[in-house]
């Protein structure tokens, strides 16, 4: 997304938000991967993106995000 214009990177991020609540994150990931948006493995992102995270705390943010 290094190319990408000022005024289009609020439509990508509306984008990519409505893929977040509609797909969740694991197909989001495959998504990207098969884009080629996302470089690694997505198996290997989603433990950067949730070891620190209680399975507590990824249903509330999940729950959030949801609303």
Do not use: C
């Amino acid at each position: 997304m290094k190319n990408t214009k000022t005024k289009e990177k609020p439509l990508i991020q509306s984008a990519f938000e409505i893929l977040l609540r509609e797909l969740g994150v694991e197909k989001t990931f495959q998504l990207w991967q098969v884009l080629g948006i996302l470089k690694e493995d997505y198996l290997k992102s989603r433990e950067k993106l949730f070891r620190k995270k209680s399975l507590a705390q990824l249903y509330k943010e999940a729950k959030e995000f949801n609303r």
